[in-house]
Nanobody, 117 residues
Framework: QVQLVESGGGVVQPGGSLRLSCAAS????????MGWYRQAPGKERELVAT?????????SYTDNVKGRFTISRDNVKNTVYLQMDNLKSEDTAIYYC?????????WGQGTQVTVSS
């Protein structure tokens, strides 16, 4: 079982930036495609960004974060990152990482991102 631990969330003003990290517990991490997901209050969890396994050549983003968010990975550190710039109030949510495609049944605790003036 791969454990996933998210960190880096916080409170930021609109237009600000945050960098989220997701540390995986096992070295098989490099063989896993990964994704960042988020869940806002009262809404379903949605996929925000994905990155392919290995060197992470292929990335994708949901339309409302394109040009503002950047996903990356470091296979030496077994970590996937989400750089979030020009944050908006609608980005407020709990952010999770998980395998993509086919997320594991279990999820980490997530990290809270709050965008507020």
């Amino acid at each position: 079982q791969v454990q996933l631990v998210e960190s880096g969330g916080g409170v930021v003003q609109p237009g600000g930036s945050l960098r989220l990290s997701c540390a995986a517990s096992r070295s098989i991490f490099r063989f896993l495609g990964m994704g960042w997901y988020r869940q806002a209050p009262g809404k379903e969890r949605e996929l925000v960004a994905t990155i392919s396994n290995g060197d992470g050549v292929y990335t994708s983003y949901t339309d409302n974060v394109k040009g503002r968010f950047t996903i990356s990975r470091d296979n030496v550190k077994n970590t996937v990152y989400l750089q979030m710039d020009n944050l908006k109030s609608e980005d407020t949510a709990i952010y999770y990482c998980n395998r993509n495609p086919s997320p594991f049944d279990y999820w980490g605790q997530g990290t809270q991102v709050t965008v507020s003036s």
